[in-house]
């Protein structure tokens, strides 16, 4: 248990800046997510904190301690592999007693604690097998014993999850948050699954670029994305880009212009949405204060079960996605029907189209 | 990693590999090539020597020569291997196991006993001859470009047989079937589709079956009936008793690696951008042929293999025959034996000493730097991959020839010791044993090394626990490789032995010549089976069984 913090970290490779100037504080036995699409540097920065990349500049703290001149070996960090990295050669209970050995444990301690280690992650009775007679979930439970028998400092985890199917990505993901809670061990955990990142965390760090876009609990990663980036990356979003405002913040979109005092003083505005933050209406429905109202043509829908997907053409041009709650059968012939959006401008998230930073109301 | 040089174990090993390369291939290649631009006896520069080889007719006859048997003996071989390769893997054959070890048999015996043997049977003398004559079958004379070619195409068609083969049972059968479904007839699918998928592995085949006929040497001087050869030309120069020509000699060499660069280019540049990697859902199966087909296909399958082991059978055969000097008599006895065992035991200890020395030598600097090549990828790396590449297109005799120019002075005077031929068969065959470390290494995960490190072992503790474990197989796998090329190794011995550092190829070969074939059948003999006993511990522990041998 220990509180990590990264301050001003950068890493060059000969063409790509890896990491920008990344500066974080990650608390003591947090759950804390970086999260990105692949090459954002959030696997750069995990190898960085677990010693096999070294930072061109930069200091990393843990629990109060320098780490940069302390080998990969003996930062005491546990470390959660894609693809597991079990040792093939070796039974399940070797590969738990492997860093407890290095550690020149007493036998006696390392064969209660490889026990132990394993009933954590309900694979008692499994220390005898070799790694090719488990399944990948089982795998990947020897690898969170393996990493947490050594009660690291932190615990790393490089997706830990997305070698394995998506019942048991769901299974393990419980377990490992259970765990984690369990043992109170400051946990970084690296994924390109926003849902598995909402679900997880603490906190999340979205990365894009090497650069950190925002830090935050789930509900104010989705609720108040910072970047337009974290908008579209984090949740599906409509998005309507750079759009004119008028003298005083007016918008003219749609059926009726609506003036937000926000924009004014602004030539243009980037617009976003969520699809489960509009609702669906008649044309020539609406006309009030706090909403703004689209018309357009419904262009395709498709039904999901429990939810079901709106294209629209609006007027305007621009395709749009709406998303229905629960929808009725009648809803689903509507492929050509006209239609008007409603969206409530309390709902709506706003972006500078040149720097693509939110634009807050206050 | 990359990020600035760091004075720890691994760049230790850098280091020793360069100073190991420069001192054992640079240095001795230099030397040749400095020889070669050098007049015998003012010492200045020319040109002469090489202006020689091209204005001489014997000497352009060499190159001529050279060149025919180079690419009959790659024809042969493909003419050979590419249909047992078709038909072992497209048709069931029984006993295609049994004829994949006999091919890796014919493979790793030693190339000269292929010449001595098929003398023996169709030589003026042979009984083969004789019986075919005496069925009203006159055959040409052995001796020459035909008896060489003979013998190259039976020696190397495995090459091409094994890598075809192998390229072939990892074609997706989707493939082939996706041809015949748009309207592609069997011939038709085997030549637009299947063919071009396997050439990156026929014509690796080929490269190899055209490199080692050019530089092999044994053969040429035991059956070629003075046919001159650019190999045959460098060592006769060379050792010629009243006093050599070791410009003209050194400029042969040059020649002959000249020709082998350009094949090597050559063929890179025909497989560029056909790395086909393809995903194996199914394996193709083999399909059952018609009873007269099958007979046919029997009969090919196994006449190929059969002449291409006949000669080890011959050999061993002859090496229990009565013999008295270069006659046989009736009957059979342990003689000859008898007879090696009394008169050069030493020799048959160097083969094993220098052998397993050079072995011992060769795993450990070629588990090193095939891990530096995988693990830590640097720009010094890649140049040591790259400089690896030239020991596989230098013939023996020419780095033979460049070790005596290179060794015989100070500082480093050691030609006549047995350290300048283990040395030699070190650095002949270090390029295999780092080939074979490093696709051992990338079959295995990097993350284990790491998830090692970071449960606390040093970067030492985490190879030599995890790491090495893991390749301790194919490690001794290619060790065993390593020892069979190096206990047969002919052409360099032959010009770095003194009498004290004979080898046994060394006296097979001197036998041959003296035509005592009774002695080199015995000595032969013993070769074969350390060779069959190191094949059969490779089969035992390597789960690619043939292809780990090409």
């Known amino acids: 248990m220990a509180r990590v913090e990264l301050r001003h970290i950068s890493k060059r490779y000969t063409s790509v800046q890896a990491l920008d100037d990344v500066d974080l504080a990650i608390e003591s036995g947090e759950f804390f997510t970086l999260l990105g699409p692949s090459g954002c540097g959030k696997t750069t920065l995990l190898r960085t904190v677990a010693g096999f990349i070294r930072q061109d500049s930069g200091e990393m703290w843990v629990g109060g301690q320098r780490i940069d001149d302390t080998p990969a070996y003996r930062r005491n960090i546990g470390l959660v592999f894609q693809d597991y990295a079990i040792f093939p050669h070796m039974t399940v209970g070797d590969n738990v007693a492997f860093g407890l050995k290095n550690r020149r444990r007493p036998r006696q301690e390392i064969a209660e604690r490889v026990t132990r280690a394993l009933d954590l992650v309900r694979l008692g009775g499994h220390a005898a097998r070799l790694p090719h007679q488990l399944s990948g979930g089982q795998q990947q439970r020897v690898g969170l014993a393996r ?63 090497g650069r950190v876009h925002q830090v935050g609990t789930p509900w104010q990663i989705y609720s108040h994305p910072a970047t337009l980036f974290v908008a579209a990356f984090v949740g599906a979003m409509n998005v309507v880009e750079d759009l004119p405002v008028g ?86 012939e509507q492929t050509g029907a006209r239609l008007r959006l409603i969206l409530p401008i309390e709902r709506l998230h706003l972006f500078d189209p040149a720097t693509g930073l939110r634009i807050e109301s206050n | ?128 001859r004789a019986w075919l004559e005496g069925a009203g079958i006159a055959l040409p004379p052995i001796y020459g470009l035909f008896g060489i070619l003979l013998v190259f195409s039976l020696k190397f068609y495995p090459f091409v047989y094994l890598m075809t083969a192998s390229a072939l049972g990892s074609i997706s059968p989707s493939v082939e079937e996706a041809a015949e479904s748009l309207g592609a007839g069997p011939w038709r699918r085997f030549f637009k589709v299947t063919l071009p998928l396997v050439f990156p592995a026929v014509s690796s085949g080929a490269l190899l079956a055209f490199v080692l006929s050019i530089a092999d040497f044994g ?100 090496s229990f025959r009565k013999t008295s000097g270069p006659v046989f008599h009736p009957g059979f006895s342990v003689d000859s034996y008898t007879k090696i065992l009394g008169e050069v035991p030493h020799v048959i200890a160097n083969s094993f000493t220098y052998s397993t020395a050079a072995v011992a030598l060769i795993v450990i600097l070629g588990t090193l730097i095939g891990y530096l090549l995988v693990r830590r990828e640097t720009l010094a790396s890649a140049t040591l991959d790259n400089l690896l590449l030239i020991p596989y297109i230098v013939p023996g005799v020419v780095m033979g020839l460049a ?122 003999t013993i070769l074969l089976a350390a060779t069959g006993l190191a094949v059969f511990v490779v089969f035992r522990i390597s789960d690619k069984k043939e292809s780990a041998f090409v």
Not at chain 2, 268 to 283: E, F, K, P, Q, T
Not at chain 2, 296 to 308: K, S
Not at chain 2, 500 to 522: E, H, K, N
């Open chain 1, 247 to 332: 003298t005083g913040g007016g918008l003219s979109l749609g059926a009726s212009p609506r003036s937000m005092p926000v924009l004014a003083g602004r030539d243009r505005v980037t617009l976003a949405i969520r699809l489960e933050d509009m609702s669906l209406s008649a044309p020539g429905d609406f006309a009030r204060d706090d909403v703004l109202a689209l018309d357009g043509t419904v262009d395709k829908v498709s039904f999901a079960g429990r939810e079901a997907f709106y294209r629209v053409r609006l007027d305007q041009g621009s395709m749009i996605q709406a998303h229905v709650h629960r929808p009725e059968r009648r809803l689903l």
């Open chain 2, 219 to 318: 053969t040429p001087s035991i059956v070629g009936g003075g046919v001159r050869l650019l190999a045959t030309t460098a060592f006769d120069l060379f050792t010629a008793e009243m006093g050599g020509n070791p410009g003209l000699a050194s400029a042969t060499s040059v020649v002959l690696i000249a020709i082998c660069m350009v094949v090597v280019v050559l063929q890179r540049w025909a497989v560029r951008r056909r790395d086909i990697a393809g995903s194996l859902v199914r394996r193709p199966t083999p399909q059952r042929l018609r009873p007269y087909a099958a007979i046919v296909a029997h009969g090919v399958c196994y006449a190929i293999v059969l002449a291409g082991s006949l000669p080890s059978l011959v050999v061993i055969y002859t």
């Open chain 2, 403 to 524: 070790f005596v120019v290179t060794f015989n002075v100070p500082p480093l005077q050691i030609t006549g010791t047995a350290a300048i031929i283990v040395l030699m068969l070190f650095i002949r065959r270090l390029p295999y044993a780092v080939r074979s470390s490093a696709s051992i290494l990338k079959q295995i995960k990097g993350g284990i090394e790491e998830a090692a490190i970071s449960l606390g072992a040093s970067p030492a503790r985490a190879f030599a626990k995890v790491t090495l474990p893991l390749m301790l197989p194919g490690i001794v796998a290619g060790a065993l490789m390593s020892f069979i090329t190096a206990i047969n190794e002919l052409s360099s011995s032959l010009i770095l032995y003194v009498g004290r550092t004979m080898t046994m190829p060394v006296r097979i070969y001197l036998s041959v010549l003296d035509g005592q074939f009774g002695t080199a059948s015995a000595l032969s």
């Open chain 2, 1 to 128: 990693m990359m990020r600035r040089l760091r004075l720890d174990f691994w760049s230790g090993v850098l280091v020793f590999a360069f100073v190991v390369i420069a001192v054992l291939m640079a240095w001795p290649l230099y030397s040749i090539f400095v020889a070669s631009v050098t007049d015998n006896r003012s010492g200045a520069m020319t040109i002469g020597n090489f202006a020689q080889i091209l204005g001489h007719p014997a000497y352009r006859g060499a190159v001529f020569n050279s060149l025919i048997v180079g690419t009959g003996g790659m024809l042969g071989a493909m003419l050979i291997g590419i249909p047992l390769a078709v038909l072992t893997t497209r048709f069931v054959i029984a006993g295609r196991d049994i004829l994949a070890t006999l091919a890796v048999l014919a493979l790793v015996s030693p190339p000269f006993i292929g010449a001595y043997a098929w003398i023996m049977m169709l030589g003026s003398n042979g009984w083969m």
């Open chain 1, 147 to 209: 990493a947490v028998v050594i009660e690291p400092q932190i615990l790393l985890m490089d997706e830990p999850l997305s070698n394995l199917d998506a019942k048991l990505r769901i299974e393990l993901r419980d377990d490992i948050r259970d765990l984690q809670h369990s043992l109170g061990i400051t946990t970084i955990y690296v994924t390109h699954d926003q849902e598995e990142a909402l679900v997880i965390s603490d906190r999340i760090c979205v990365m894009q670029g």
